[in-house]
């Protein structure tokens, strides 16, 4: 059987590097949909310069402008990141991260989006963090929109729900069941 090159511990620093640079760009989907600022911020150096649709601006001003735009405009949000290529040279990556946009909006429609996140993320202080994104918008759509399903189940809150605030079950330490066996 043919062997693999060998782990060295520079392969191993260029996967941690890559996982964290993940983990960074998961936060800024994460803080934007929970419209929570610090895991949003946690994303971006502070100097970092943001160019997304018809802003641009810093990191906090991002914050701002998004998190306003989303409670004004949408009850849900969701940045799924899809593909993912990073090209790491010492401390500073170059990545390209397809997404999938989707928003219920106040008005009940559904908006969908597609494109790419291109960002420069730096190592500094040992934190990958984004230094500079630019947002290549690629698509669009509305489709009709439909009921959420299961909304008539009693008891399908009981673990916790979704929530745009540190209220989101995903904030619950630790996450436990509180649902009776129910095999439908």
């Not at 906090?60 to 993912?84: C, G, K, P, R």
């Not at 990958?128 to 008891?155: K, Q, Y």
Request: hydrophobic share 35%.
């Amino acid at each position: 059987m043919k062997k693999g090159p060998p782990m060295d511990d520079q392969r191993i620093q260029q996967l941690i590097d890559r996982q964290d640079i993940l983990d960074c760009l998961t936060r800024f989907s994460r803080g934007l949909d929970r419209l929570d600022r610090d895991i949003f911020l946690s994303a971006f150096h502070e100097d970092a310069e943001i160019a997304a649709g018809p802003f641009v601006g810093s990191p906090a001003e991002l914050a701002d402008w998004s998190f306003a735009m989303h409670s004004q405009m949408q009850v849900l949000t969701q940045h799924d990141l899809l593909n993912h290529t990073c090209e790491i040279v010492g401390h500073t990556a170059h990545c390209e991260t397809y997404y999938l946009f989707v928003a219920r909006n106040t008005d009940e429609t559904v908006m969908l989006a597609g494109g790419r996140y291109v960002d420069r993320l730096e190592k500094r202080g040992g934190a990958w963090r984004i230094a500079m994104r630019t947002n290549a918008i690629e698509w669009s759509s509305m489709p009709p929109a439909l009921p959420l399903p299961f909304g008539d189940v009693p008891g399908i809150d009981d673990n916790g729900r979704g929530s745009r605030s540190r209220e989101d079950v995903s904030y619950i330490r630790p996450l436990v069941n509180k649902r009776p066996s129910n095999i439908p």
